[in-house]
């Protein structure tokens, strides 16, 4: 988990009721917020009951409902994907020079 996170330059997070649940993915998003990693957020289900402290750290970040076809449709139709020149804006804005 750590070498994973360390490596990373963007975590994408599927956020589910699962990975909300799930101790060893909330310590891996812990680890990756004090690491000061970006996040692009992909919430795979509706009516989540996210964590103040997990709203804070997210805040900022592109964020993406995904868990109906209808919504996916209307990212691909029109609404702006996550591009790989903002991934990499991203990444270089959150470089950490000890682990390059």
Same mark, same amino acid.
């Given at each position: 988990?750590?070498?994973? !996170? /360390?490596?990373?330059?963007?975590?994408?997070?599927?956020?589910?009721?699962?990975?909300?649940?799930?101790?060893?993915? *909330?310590?891996?998003?812990?680890?990756? !917020?004090?690491?000061?990693?970006?996040? !692009? %957020?992909?919430?795979? /289900?509706?009516?989540? *009951? %996210?964590? *103040?402290? %997990?709203?804070?750290?997210? *805040?900022?970040? @592109?964020?993406?409902?995904?868990?109906?076809?209808?919504?996916?449709? /209307?990212? %691909?139709?029109? !609404? @702006?994907?996550?591009?790989?020149?903002?991934?990499?804006?991203?990444?270089?804005?959150?470089?950490?020079?000890?682990?390059?």
């Amino acid at each position: 988990m750590v070498l994973g !996170v /360390e490596c990373a330059k963007v975590l994408l997070v599927f956020l589910s009721k699962e990975y909300l649940a799930s101790a060893n993915c *909330q310590l891996e998003f812990r680890y990756a !917020v004090q690491r000061g990693k970006a996040f !692009v %957020i992909l919430r795979t /289900e509706s009516n989540l *009951q %996210i964590e *103040q402290w %997990i709203l804070e750290a997210i *805040q900022g970040f @592109p964020q993406y409902d995904v868990y109906s076809y209808e919504i996916l449709e /209307e990212l %691909i139709n029109g !609404v @702006p994907l996550v591009s790989p020149s903002f991934v990499l804006s991203l990444s270089l804005s959150n470089s950490n020079d000890d682990f390059i």
